[in-house]
Structures are given as C-alpha cells and as structure tokens.
C-alpha cells in the first residue's frame, strides 16, 4: 500500500525524464559553450554561415555571376557569336523583329540581330566592375571622413559632418543627370557619380562608431603611452570598424548595379553599342519592342533582380553572423522547438 505522499508510478516516471532531459540539455550547452569559447571569432561567423541556407544560395548566384562574367569570353566563342555582332539574316525575322530563343540563339536576340545571351554575360562584367570600384571608392573616403569627424571632433567634426548632411541632401539622380551631362557618359563618370553619393551614408555610420571606439579603454591606454592620433586611429579604431564596413560594402554593391543600370537606361550611363544590363532594357523599351519580344526585357531584369538580392541577403547574413544575439536567440528557438516536439511524441505515444 502507497503512502499518502508517495507519487503515481506514471508521473513519477515522467518527471524523472524530465529531470533527465534537464540534465541531458546542461550538460550539452556546456560542451557547446566550451567549443564555443575554443573557436576565434572568424571560426564562429563561418560556422553560422555554413548553418544558412540563405547565405549559402546568395554565395551560389554570385558566384555563378562572377563566372559568367570572367567567361564572356569563352561563352562568345562558344556561341560563335560577338557582343555587338549583328545577324541580319538569321537573327531577325522575315519582318525585321528578334528572334525567340533558339538552337542557334539560346536566348533570343535583340532588334539588331545580336545574340542576347552575349550580351547578357558581357554586362555582367560591366555591372560588376562598376559596382567593385565604386563601391571600394565609397568605402575608402566614408571611412577616411567618418573616422576622422568622429575621433578629431571640434571644428574638424563640424565641417566634416555638413559636408555628409550636404550631399545627403541632394537629389541624386537629378545631380547625377546634370553632372554626366556637363562631363558626358562614360564608364569612368558612372563609377564618379557612384561614388559621390555613396560615401555620405558610409561616413556617418563610421562616424558613430568611432564616436563610441574613442571613450574605450584601450584609446585611452594608447593615449597615455604617447601614441598619436593617426596611429591610435590606424592601429586601434579601424580594426574595430572592419565588421559594419564589411556588412555596408555588402549592402552597397546592389545599390550600384541599380544606380549603373538606371543610368544606363536614361543614356547617361555606358554608351551603346557597349553590352551593359541598363542598355538592354533600353532597347527593350524602344518603340514597345518588348510586347514582341519580352526575353529582351525578361532576361536582364532578372540578372538585376538575382545579383541585387543576392548581395542584399547575404549582407543581412553577415550582419546576423556578426550578431552573438542573434545565435543566442535562434539557440534557445532550437531547444524550445526540440522540447515541444518530445513532449508531443509522447503524448501520442502514450494516446
């Protein structure tokens, strides 16, 4: 006979696996925080981006981008078929219009006769080496003016900080039209104007940072060892600023292959008969060629729509790689999804 305090075989049962998972789950999250503390803190933002799919299918598409890129060559002689080579013949119509997608042109051809696919791996390269070198000039004179308002402070931080809150200000794309209309199109001008109105937002992130960085410890350690400014800056801030300087650069290529293809299509940007992703969508737009043709407008509005979503998925890969809380959170997310499917299981276990 049970005593009067003694518990049901069944609950007693059931909270000593309780007690069991409890302890299972400890002892697990001390391993893996050991492992944890084991690991540099590269090793950890690699190992959360091995983890997301996200990332990992926006590495995919940029990856093939770039290769299709690098390969513009090698597909044209594939192809048989030049960037700016006309065919008359078989690339037009007995009325003069493209032609589909073929054998022959495996993505059709333009109001020219050119092959489209050629084209299309030949912008590539131009959107690509836009975005690179503007962005790589944003981001050396974003950093260079945030890190020097925010650490020098006084006048220095007053000019330096109208000067961001001035091209803020300006329309870009109206700046941008008259500038390239007064130094004419080129590759060189697009990359410029990029670059212009790029920096700005870059400065004031910097900036923030640095205004934080500079009332740290190890400034003032450095300080108090006789260090100048320009070396405290150089070898103790800028280390620190790598992590939102990489998240910011990520984040900017999309937004200049936009800004590129938009000038392109405006005229302002590449000039025609260079194949660039904004030059194609402006034939697609002449005369409404794409209603007969829409692989003219198709095609390159999704490479547009691959590479800038891709590089903008990554980036917010990166930044939540970055974040510890954010892997504390999806840790706790885990554990609780594993304990509700166990207590689900048994109960229909036991039903």
Same mark, same amino acid.
Request: glycine content about 6%.
């Given at each position: ?13 059931e ?10 789950d400890?002892?697990?999250?001390l ?5 944890? +503390? ?18 990992i ?30 065919? =008359? ?10 032609? +589909? #997608? ?50 020098m402070?006084? #006048? ?19 700046? +941008? ?61 800028i280390?620190?600023?790598?992590? #939102? ?12 292959i ?19 992703w ?14 007969i ?9 999704a ?5 800038t979503? +891709?590089?903008?998925?990554?980036g ?16 706790? =997310? =885990? ?12 109960k229909?276990?036991?039903?």
């Amino acid at each position: 006979m049970t005593s009067p305090n003694s518990l049901d075989p069944r609950v007693e049962a059931e909270l000593d696996e309780e007690a069991e998972e409890i302890e299972a789950d400890a002892v697990s999250g001390l391993t893996r925080q050991t492992a944890v +503390a084991a690991r540099s803190p590269l090793q950890l933002v690699w190992s959360r981006l091995r983890r997301d799919k996200v990332a990992i299918i926006s590495v995919v598409i940029i990856v093939l981008v770039i290769l299709a890129a690098l390969m513009a060559p090698l597909v044209a002689a594939w192809t048989g078929h030049g960037p700016n080579e006309q065919f =008359r013949e078989d690339g037009l119509t007995e009325f003069g219009t493209p032609v +589909a #997608p073929n054998s022959q042109f495996l993505l059709g051809t333009d109001n020219l006769g050119r092959d489209v696919l050629v084209r299309l791996v030949y912008g590539a390269q131009i959107s690509l080496t836009v975005a690179f070198f503007a962005t790589l000039g944003a981001l050396g004179i974003g950093t260079l003016v945030g890190l020097v308002a925010g650490f020098m402070r006084g #006048p220095v931080d007053t000019v330096l900080t109208w000067l961001m809150d001035t091209t803020l200000s300006l329309p870009q794309l109206l700046f +941008a039209i008259s500038l390239v209309a007064l130094v004419g199109p080129s590759l060189a001008t697009t990359i410029i104007v990029i670059v212009l109105f790029s920096w700005a937002p870059i400065a004031r992130v910097v900036r923030g940072q640095v205004l934080s960085l500079r009332e740290r410890e190890f400034v003032e350690a450095a300080r108090s060892l006789g260090a100048s400014n320009w070396r405290i800056m150089r070898v103790d801030v800028i280390p620190n600023l790598l992590v #939102p300087i990489l998240v910011y650069g990520t984040l900017l290529i999309p937004q200049a292959i936009v800004f590129e293809a938009t000038l392109s299509f405006l005229g302002l940007g590449v000039l025609p008969p260079t194949a660039t992703w904004g030059n194609m969508l402006s034939v697609a737009s002449q005369g409404s060629l794409y209603t007969i043709a829409p692989w003219l407008v198709i095609f390159p509005s999704a490479a547009l729509l691959a590479v800038t979503l +891709a590089f903008n998925l990554l980036g917010d890969s990166i930044r939540d790689a970055l974040d510890p809380r954010q892997t504390l959170f999806a840790g706790r =997310r =885990r554990l609780a999804r594993r304990r509700a499917a166990r207590r689900a299981a048994k109960k229909e276990a036991k039903a």
